[in-house]
């Protein structure tokens, strides 16, 4: 019974059906199949999908659903495999029979011309497969040597059996005079076409994502260069920090100068070496399905990787790692230096508020004198004042002339003291309110 009263998540279909979308080819022996990968254009990301509709509208095949990522059509003599990535998007032909000579690359002449020609992106890697047929093991340890010797340089020759022993696959990983990567396959005894296409499907992926995962050697060989750089630069400043400097300014500013080279440095390669990653393991994963065992002690294609591809990964590796390494050495000298800043900051704190104590000090010993001062000031201009009024007053009196000042001093003084005292608790108490 369907649970017709819930609510489905939108993406609930989509994301089942994407289990499903790209499924493997059916495939002839013999036959033969060419594959080129180009990049997308990520400010024009439907550019592909126009780019494919008018190699069908030239073959008039029919086009896919307009959110579709992978589309087969038969384009009457070779049947047409499309599929997008996120970086790259493939067109892969499947045509029966072979090709004379053995990689002539005729089957890319399914693509017209002036169509190649109009391509929104970069070529990433072009793929020959020849699918051939054995009766038994021993008929392909017979032919293998003869017929790959002017195919493959022999000293790079990956040959092996896969997938049980129920087919064999040689290549060189080498680009040849058309710049095609080759692999030949040899189908034993009684072969099934979904076998086939799965065979083929997965040798195509190996050389695919192998070239989009190499895409990151330079990048990593350039980000080594200024790294060395940049560890010179940082291990000079954190020099600079462990010495006594009081002016720690220009130390400042060269961290930040290596601190923002680093981060614009991992920001402009941080999703390569990411996708370098991914698509290695893809690669490994790939080959780890074919389930490889020796042929005339033959080397094989994950012997092969092992020596040539992933040296070149963990170098990928590595540069990403150093990066980081720098990155974080960088932090812990902004630390260092900031707490640098910040003893030197509170000992300058600690001096001025010595010097301002001293300061409050003299301040408030001017004070007091300033004080003192006023009180005598102001007792002088108070006496003088009161014996100028009470003089008249005392006129008939004999001592008045002589006494009548010295008397007045003491309790004036005393008057004008306090006064002044008060006046000053005053000030005080509302200055600390």
């Avoid at 980000?223 to 400097?245: M, N, P, Q």
Wanted: charged share 25%; glycine share 6%.
């Amino acid at each position: 019974m369907p649970l017709s009263p819930l609510q489905p998540h939108p993406e609930r279909v989509t994301l089942s059906n994407e289990l499903h979308a790209r499924p493997f080819p059916k495939l002839n022996t013999p036959s033969r199949a060419a594959c080129i990968a180009i990049e997308r254009d990520a400010s024009q990301p439907d550019a592909d999908r126009q780019f494919l509709l008018r190699l069908l509208d030239h073959y008039g095949g029919g086009h896919p659903a307009p959110e579709a990522n992978h589309h087969t059509v038969d384009l009457g003599r070779a049947m047409l495999k499309w599929e997008r990535h996120s970086e790259f998007c493939t067109f892969t032909l499947y045509v029966d029979g072979l090709s004379l000579p053995g990689f002539s690359g005729e089957t890319f002449d399914h693509f017209p011309k002036d169509w190649l020609a109009n391509a929104p992106g970069r070529l990433l890697s072009s793929t020959l497969v020849r699918i051939e047929h054995a009766h038994t093991a021993a008929e392909v340890e017979a032919r293998i040597d003869l017929e790959t010797a002017d195919w493959f340089i022999r000293e790079s020759r990956a040959v092996s059996y896969i997938s049980g022993g129920s087919a064999a696959v040689a290549s060189d990983f080498r680009l040849d005079e058309n710049s095609n990567i080759r692999f030949v396959v040899y189908m034993i005894g009684d072969t099934l076409t979904h076998r086939t296409g799965r065979t083929v499907q997965r040798l195509i992926e190996i050389e695919t994502y192998k070239s989009m995962a190499m895409l990151s050697l330079p990048i990593a060989r350039r980000v080594f260069g200024e790294l060395v750089t940049l560890d010179r630069g940082l291990s000079e400043v954190v020099g600079e920090i462990s010495k006594d400097a009081d002016s720690p300014e220009q130390t400042l500013e060269q961290l930040l100068d290596i601190s923002a080279r680093i981060e614009m440095l991992s920001a402009q390669t941080a999703f390569r070496f990411s996708a370098a990653e991914a698509y290695s393991a893809i690669v490994n994963q790939r080959i780890e399905v074919l389930n490889e065992t020796p042929l005339m002690g033959g080397l094989l294609m994950g012997e092969f990787m092992t020596r040539r591809f992933a040296p070149a990964m963990r170098t990928c590796a590595s540069a990403h790692d150093r990066l980081h390494e720098l990155s974080r050495r960088a932090t812990r000298a902004s630390r260092l230096l900031g707490t640098r800043v910040n003893v030197l900051a509170n000992a300058q704190s600690q001096k001025l508020l010595k010097q301002m104590d001293k300061r409050a000090l003299q301040q408030i010993r001017l004070q007091q004198t300033v004080e003192g001062l006023s009180v005598f000031a102001i007792s002088s201009y108070a006496v003088t004042l009161l014996v100028t009024m009470l003089q008249p007053l005392l006129a008939g009196v004999e001592w008045a002339d002589k006494w009548l000042g010295p008397m007045l001093v003491p309790p004036v003084f005393l008057i004008v003291f306090l006064l002044v005292r008060r006046v000053s608790k005053v000030i005080s108490k509302e200055d600390k309110g």
